[in-house]
């Protein structure tokens, strides 16, 4: 019999000739934390701490048609006949690493992005435990591949290079079914759900149905950086039309030919769809809010945050991951954080989203009021500096920030007004942080701490190169996009990015592995504080703000592990007990991408 301590998985072959049973073998599963192991990745899932569970597993040529469990050419001799795989392979044996070799050479040799991107998307189809091998192990090489900025164009493009579905598509067509439609999606365990309603794809605007992209991207980057199983990952995209003029004449478009849907048609869609996923999920899964155009991002998080766990990353992971780069900066120029003034330029889902989780923190580190701390932050939108005096006609999420000042139209007179030391670019528009303004904030601070967050690169606030020449090299710089390092003086500055990826993976491990129900401001700030605390001294000497990326696996754990305290401190963790060593235990969580040995 299988105990539930037993080295043994049970797993039902499906084969051509019909079913047949076999016995898998899988690694040791030990106590630790007073939580059973078993390897890595199951740990995080509930019912397999309690029941051995029953996988289905095709053999013969249905197992190589299966990306899950398909191995291709390292299936080895034992393997080949006992899953009827004889004859259907050529004759030679391969280790994941050589495989893994050769993908990664015949990638290299792809001049176009996106085809890598092709090349990478029909990987995950084929073989998915290869895929993420690849990814992990060439994280700073492959995250430009698989998520921004080459998903962006796949997402443009999505009709004519579609091939397979990926993810579940929920249209206005599916109202009243939304239940049933989730019950089509093959895998019943899900802990993460991403969803967009494609009107805001990144900086390329409304790309309807073919915004799918978006949460397949991001779910990879959930498994490969934040270790979460790729099957309790679901991509989900909301088509309520589009009103991009050139996706509906286009004959190739996958989405509904409508325009979009609003008002209370787009709410009581949505609405059946949170329902729908608390339904058939329960309370702890995990819906990532992602590019939703700015009202309805702003409009969603407010509504559900009390009854789902709802994380929306433009707006809040953005926060975390710029608080985290601010916190770490004052190694480099000195003072607390309520030290510090903060200009914006751009007060939308990212600008105002950093400016709250700003004044947050101050408020958490000084203990004033949250309508004092703000006051510490202004931002400047497309009409000028945002003042009392504008308050009526403001969107709701801009009222906050209209401070008491007289009208300022530019960003420079409005440097020069509020002699902010820190300026952030959030408004998507290019080159806006120019020769002067640059000089102007160096004229104010001995080291002016600039982001130059918006993307992509073309519509970067300024270069990292202008950032250190016009400063003189006292800038601290860090942008949304990636810069190679400058040489200034014969001195080479390593900008810094301000990825987003650094947060939402560890974040969301970290509300997983600890059964949270609820997002907590608190749980942003502990991210922002676990990541600022991994820039090392070898990474301040070179002006970077964040730390290398090639350690993320570790950074996430450490991300998970603080969020997940913070989830038990403020009774929001369900999974009980708590384990003692959260970053062992989230590293134990952790997906491995390494094969599994059948016989
Ligand atoms: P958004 O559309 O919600 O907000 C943009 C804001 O900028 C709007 O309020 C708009 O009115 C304002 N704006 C537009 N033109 C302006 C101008 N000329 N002067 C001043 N303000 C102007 O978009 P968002 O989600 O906040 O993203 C903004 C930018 O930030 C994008 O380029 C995005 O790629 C970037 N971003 C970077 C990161 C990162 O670095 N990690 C994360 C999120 C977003």
Known sequence: MVSKSSQLRRAVVLGCGGERKVWALLERRTMMNGVEKTNGEDLATEEQLITPWTVSVASGYTLLRDPRHNKGLAFTVDERDAHYLRGLLPPALMTQELQEKKLMHNLRQYEVPLQR???????????????????????EELLPVVYTPTVGEACQKY?????RPQGLYISLKEKGKILEVLKNWPESNIQVIVVTDGERILGLG???????????GKLSLYTALGGLRPSACLPVTIDVGTNNEKLLNDEFYIGLRQRRAT???????????????????????????????NHNAFELLEKYSPTHLVFNDDIQGTAS???????????LVGGALAD??????????AGTGIAELIALEISKQTKAPLE???????LVDSK???????????????????????????????????KPTVLIGSSGVGKTFTKEVVEAMTSINEKPLILALSNPTSQSECTAEEAYTWSKGRAIFASGSPFDPVEYNRKVFVPGQANNAYIFPGFGLGLIMSGAIRVHDDMLLAASEALAAQVKQENFDKGLIYPPFSNIRNISANIAAKVAAKAYELGLASRLPRPKDLVKYAESCMYSPVYRSYR
């Open 206 to 216: 409304d790309l309807g149905c073919q915004g799918m992209g978006i949460p397949v």
């Open 263 to 293: 008002g209370q048609e787009y709410a009581e869609l949505l609405e059946e769809f949170m329902t729908a996923v608390k339904k058939n999920y329960g309370e702890k899964v995990l819906v990532q809010f992602e590019d939703f155009a």
């Open 159 to 163: 009709g004519t290079i579609f091939r």
């Open 340 to 349: 510090h003034r903060f200009l914006f330029l751009g007060a939308g889902e």
């Open 321 to 331: 991951v710029v608080l985290a780069g601010l916190l770490a900066a004052l190694k």
């Open 117 to 139: 991107y092709m090349a990478m998307m029909d990987l995950q189809e084929r073989n998915e435990r290869l895929f993420y091998k690849l990814l992990i192990d060439n994280v």
């Open 384 to 418: 000028g500096l945002i003042v009392s005096s504008r308050k009526e006609s403001l969107q709701h999420f801009k009222k906050p920030w209209a401070h008491d000042h007289e009208p300022v139209k530019g960003l420079l007179d409005a440097v020069k007004a509020i």
């Open 372 to 378: 004092e701390t703000r006051k510490k932050i202004w």
